[in-house]
């Protein structure tokens, strides 16, 4: 099975190298050059012949097939990342050929898009990690998108409404957690009620209260920046330079690592997503727990549904999510329901969105549909398992009931 997973792989990399070697041949001429800049076109970092460079990719991934192909089970991840980087690599030298890209600005937008992505991840790791399957994630934060511009209006602050948007998300993850624990049903359908409920309610009070009330165009949270470090040359604007959802993502995904772990909580929260029966017996209680982790994912949605709102446009538009929850599920399966390949995934899925808008500006002879899809079709090519087989936690999806003793 390995050998035949990894000779698949090789194929693939020929066909990536073919790929790039018709591009270069077909589309690049000599004298094409690419070049990529810092934050400002002023800003030179470096220039690369168009045409050289691709050749050489292409025999790069020639490389790794060959590598693959005669070793299939050895360091099978590694070859994988590097013919994805030299793939990446290749699309970009091709689409700035014979003009420039902002590399940096791009990298640092790419943080930006991935931040609910990466926030929605979490959100759906608290759940999953117990044991409860999250597909709620985009009725949680839509929903929280709504409470944050409703409660900001009124009270004039970013940080109430920033609260607010954790308890309202909070409370649609309460709800998935009585259906999906309490009342044991079936936890697909109990997130789908959740997405459909959110949609509708916060377009009906869109339509009814918010807008005719004049209660949505709060404006967009203050850009901040980290005293000291923002001076530090390349990383200091890349990641000290952000909104306060960009932040607090980062902070959650280091808290996240800290608490799943290297704690005994999430010790017992793991333990419980494997085998509830075993844990209950050493006296934790299961459904406790999943409550508390179910709404603890809960209040990390509200604060992706806060980054669309508050943080994107300044006001709230009817599914203004746009299916980024379900994409955020995508990246936690893609992680491995870890946090910190979470935020490598959602990382990745926030490049390609940055990506296919920068495609989109440099008149890439592409239309704009086909661009607007990368991040999707990427998405489904996650969940179909092309990068890897992803194990879900033993129990998960499946409702726990003690046993009576008679």
Not at 61 to 87: D, F, N
Not at 139 to 166: D, I, K
Request: hydrophobic share 55%.
């Amino acid at each position: 099975m390995i050998a035949e997973k990894g000779r698949t792989r090789a194929v693939v990399y020929v066909t990536l190298a073919l790929v790039i070697a018709v591009g270069a041949w077909l589309f690049v001429d000599e004298s094409q050059v690419s070049r990529f800049t810092g934050f400002t076109a002023e800003e030179a970092l470096v220039a690369l012949p168009a045409r050289a460079t691709l050749w050489l990719l292409a025999s790069f991934c020639l490389v790794l097939a060959v590598v693959q192909w005669r070793w299939p089970g050895e360091r099978s991840g590694l070859i994988l990342s590097l013919a994805a980087a030299a793939g990446t690599l290749a699309f970009l030298v091709w689409v700035t050929r014979g003009t420039s890209l902002s590399l940096l600005a791009m990298l640092r937008e790419s943080i930006i898009r991935a931040t609910p992505l990466i926030l929605g991840a979490l959100a759906g790791l608290w759940c999953e990690r117990s044991g409860v399957i999250n597909i709620a994630i985009e009725g949680m934060m839509l929903f929280g998108a709504f409470v944050a511009v409703a409660v900001t209006a009124m009270t004039g602050s970013f940080a109430n409404g920033l609260v607010a948007a954790m308890l309202g998300a909070g409370l649609m993850a309460a709800l998935h957690a009585v259906l999906s624990i309490r009342y044991r049903v079936d936890q697909i359908i109990s997130g789908v009620t959740v997405n459909i409920l959110a949609a509708g309610v916060t377009r009906y009070l869109n339509l009814q209260l918010l807008t005719p009330g004049g209660l949505n165009a709060p404006g967009t949270m203050a850009v901040l920046t980290v005293p000291g470090l923002i001076h530090l040359p390349v990383i200091g604007p890349l990641l000290f330079r952000h909104q306060p959802t960009v932040f607090l993502m980062f902070l959650l995904v280091a808290g996240t690592q800290v608490a799943l772990f290297s704690t005994v909580w999430g010790l017992r929260t793991r333990a419980i997503g494997e085998h509830p029966r075993a844990v209950d017996a050493l006296g934790v209680p299961v459904h406790t727990m999943r409550y508390l982790n179910v709404v603890i994912g809960g209040l990390i949605a509200g604060i992706g549904g806060a980054y669309f709102s508050l943080g994107e446009v300044g006001r709230f538009e009817d599914g203004m999510t746009n299916g980024r929850g379900f994409v955020a599920l995508a990246a936690m399966i893609f992680g491995k329901w870890t946090p910190l390949g979470s935020l490598a995934a959602g990382y990745l899925f926030g490049f390609a969105d940055a990506l296919q808008t920068k495609m989109q500006i440099l008149g890439v002879g592409i239309p704009a549909e086909f661009l607007q899809m990368t991040p999707y079709v990427l998405t489904v090519i996650v969940l179909a398992g092309v990068i890897g087989q992803a194990i879900p936690p033993a129990a998960i999806g499946r409702p726990y009931q003690r046993e009576r003793l008679e």
